[in-house]
């Protein structure tokens, strides 16, 4: 079928690229909105919506098998409104489903697949749907043919299933749970269950497919640092250096995909999505700062350099995601003009040897498992026959050993080789690149920038960090409210912000503040936690609800308690309110966090594995935080010395302000009186290490700086 010469639907009206992607399917796709709604109303349809994401493998399968068919989507014209959802753009629609489609199948997945009764109640529900019967699935056709039976004759067995689902996501969002106190007794029951879990064969935590999910690891490491654990530590360290180690991330540019399908981290899911990038950079540069092993500031330092090369909008925002599939180089033996998994990736031995000169080719070869017939038993699509994925199967001084050669050759023709395997790799068709601008997921990316620049002392990270924050302020706010947004993509901003929104970007604001400590960034920081308490915050019960409330078209308003791919919103609003409680002297920032981590209390102590950047926020609120006041201009050499020595160490429950004697120092007295008063002693840069503003002896000793801030 010739998509180019379709006529285009609604669709082509919309900047999403998933959207985009759909606009010349020959199905009358609606957006989300009203007059979608209203038009099943008025022709008395059903609904059938499909949530997705632009680089969503199954989406696409999806898309060529069933909405490129003419005869399947003339029976979705005549039979149902169908409606069509990034769920990346419009997270709030996907969490209602799919809590429905998980009620319905128990299990969920994109393509998520739902039927709606006109009023938005889900009925009947799936994931990738084939186009006919298969391996005992009903096909596409079946399905709507079906519905469309039971829509025109046996209408009230659909309502009443209508009328079940939505009670049912109505009493799970209300749930009654008891105000509990978390306590110690929580944060060991976490680690044990993590520790249960961990796969000491491959490392990771369950078996494949195996996620990387950072905030397990930022709960486990601070477990560490709280208890002084060595389990804790290990099978973080470990699991980080297999991930690094292994097909799921990219050796010759740098950054991870998006999960591994096998155990033992080597045939990787190959999209790259931005919220894994920011937050796995974020666990090596803590995994650097514990270890002082140069190898995990590396792999932290090439993620970074490969998102300020492919993902990074020319004023300063942060794209969302690469393509897992692409269209395979001319060479390949397929000669396919249809996409394929990881085609961008993926070697064959004898491009490598036409590439590279003999001796690089054998060095790569054996230190990335290269083999004439491919490497690849795993093969999920059935796309990788005679293919390698990169993995590295020997150390550098292995092959050194190995090739009679010193270590320090053996790296510089490593290096020597990737320059030239990245060469060649970009003459290949590219992955398709999603650049809607999310301002959640760029709130994550700020906030791995802004700790970089401080943690390995780059200030091109720390510009980078502020210009994706001013990039927010700028272009993804509401002009006439002064509310986020959440989207931005082509000059157009859409849709109202929810809480992950606020919250990740409050966390990078933070941490902004505490990478250039220009008092700007905290005075934005507390602006946005009013807005964000403002539209979220339950005064009654503690907590903050996903959504605003105000979009009647969300069936429930949710409060999301499960820390996946990325940390929920409740969890990092919570901590951000303990950070902020401490930099501002507020009660009542403390007491809302306090009254929250009590109405989440019962989830962390029943469902550990379910909360671990809750738990975080929680051993915060157990500990007394260092607060770190530096007297001292920034430009001085002992201010930056002394600056350098607390972010080389791994003190998670710290806040750290510069008093510089400006208009910054002025604004922070305002909040806590006691800062008014800290200045240099005898003329030199001064550090003042506290606990609820009870300060030890002052100090300009670097020596005695080291030994206050690790006691």
Request: hydrophobic share 40%; aromatic share 10%; glycine share 6%.
């Amino acid at each position: 079928m010739n998509l180019q010469k379709t006529k285009p639907n609604r669709l082509i009206h919309e900047k999403s690229p998933y959207l985009l992607q759909h606009a010349r399917n020959p199905v009358d796709w609606h957006p989300w909105g009203e007059e979608a709604f209203e038009k099943a109303r008025r022709e008395d349809k059903p609904i059938f919506l499909s949530i997705g994401y632009s680089t969503c493998y199954w989406c696409h399968v999806m898309e060529r098998e069933v909405f490129e068919n003419p005869t399947l989507a003339d029976m979705m014209n005549r039979f149902v409104v169908s409606v069509k959802v990034d769920r990346e753009e419009r997270p709030d629609v996907d969490r209602v489903y799919m809590a429905a489609l998980q009620a319905i199948s128990g299990s969920g997945g994109w393509p998520m697949s739902m039927f709606l009764t006109p009023d938005l109640k889900p009925f009947f529900g799936a994931t990738y749907i084939p186009p006919s019967a298969r391996h005992g699935r009903a096909g596409f056709g079946e399905i709507l043919e079906h519905i469309h039976a039971l829509w025109t004759t046996d209408r009230k067995q659909i309502e009443e299933a209508g009328k079940r689902l939505a009670e049912y996501l109505d009493r799970i969002a209300n749930t009654e749970t008891r105000a509990v106190e978390a306590g110690k007794d929580a944060l060991d029951a976490g680690f044990f269950a993590f520790l249960k879990s961990y796969d000491i064969i491959n490392a990771g935590f369950g078996s494949a497919p195996k996620f990387p999910r950072p905030v397990v690891l930022n709960f486990l490491l601070r477990y560490h640092k709280r208890t002084g654990d060595p389990q804790a530590l290990e099978i973080s360290l470990e699991t980080l250096r297999r991930m690094a180690r292994g097909g799921m991330y990219d050796h010759i540019d740098g950054g991870f995909h998006r999960y591994a399908t096998d155990a033992r981290w080597h045939v990787p899911h190959f999209e790259k999505m931005l919220y894994d990038q920011a937050q796995l950079a974020i666990s090596y540069l803590e995994a650097f700062q514990i270890t002082r092993d140069a190898f995990f500031a590396n792999i932290a330092r090439e993620t970074l350099e490969y998102v300020l090369r492919a993902m990074i909008h020319h004023d300063g925002g942060f794209y969302s995601a690469e393509d897992a599939e692409s269209l395979p180089t001319e060479s390949s033996e397929s000669r396919t003009t249809q996409k394929e998994e990881g085609a961008f990736y993926l070697w064959t031995k004898r491009e490598i040897d036409d590439v590279l000169s003999p001796i690089e080719a054998r060095l790569v070869c054996r230190y990335f498992g290269i083999e004439d017939g491919g490497n690849v038993s795993a093969d999920p699509h059935g796309v990788f026959q005679g293919k390698n994925i990169l993995h590295i199967v020997h150390t550098r001084e292995e092959l050194a050993k190995q090739f009679e050669l010193n270590p320090e050759e053996v790296s510089r023709l490593l290096e020597i080789s990737r320059r030239k395997l990245l060469k060649a790799r970009e003459k290949r068709p590219p992955c398709h690149l999603d650049d809607k601008i999310l301002t959640s997921w760029n709130g994550l990316m700020i906030s791995a920038f802004a700790r970089a620049s401080q943690i390995l002392d780059e200030p091109r990270y720390r510009a980078a960090a502020e210009g994706a924050a001013r990039f927010i302020l700028g272009n993804l706010q509401d002009r006439s409210t002064g509310l986020l947004l959440h989207r931005y993509r082509e000059g157009d901003a859409r849709f109202e912000a929810h809480l992950d929104d606020y919250a990740f970007f409050i966390q990078s604001l933070l941490d902004l503040y505490e990478a250039s400590f220009d008092i700007y960034w905290l005075t934005t920081a507390i602006t946005r936690t009013e807005q964000q308490v403002d539209l979220f915050y339950d005064g009654d019960k503690g907590g903050f609800f996903d959504t605003s409330g105000r979009d009647r078209s969300i069936l429930v308003r949710t409060k999301e308690w499960y820390d996946g791919a990325e940390p929920t919103g409740n969890s990092i609003a919570l901590l951000n309110l303990l950070r902020l409680s401490h930099l501002t002297n507020s009660e009542r920032y403390e007491e809302m966090a306090r009254k929250s981590l009590a109405f989440f209390g019962q989830r962390l102590n029943e469902a550990p594995q379910a909360t671990p950047q809750f738990f975080c926020a929680l051993d915060f609120s157990l500990t007394n935080p260092k607060q770190i006041i530096i007297a001292g201009k920034p430009e001085d050499p002992l201010t930056k010395a002394m600056l350098q020595l607390i972010h080389s160490s791994y003190i998670p429950n710290k806040i750290i302000m510069v008093a510089d004697g400006a208009e910054g120092q002025k604004k922070l007295s305002s909040f806590i009186p006691f800062i008014g008063s800290v200045k240099m002693l005898e003329g030199r840069t001064t550090a003042y290490v506290c606990e609820n503003y009870a300060c030890r002896l002052p100090t300009s000793d670097l020596h005695t700086l080291a030994q206050l801030i690790n006691r």
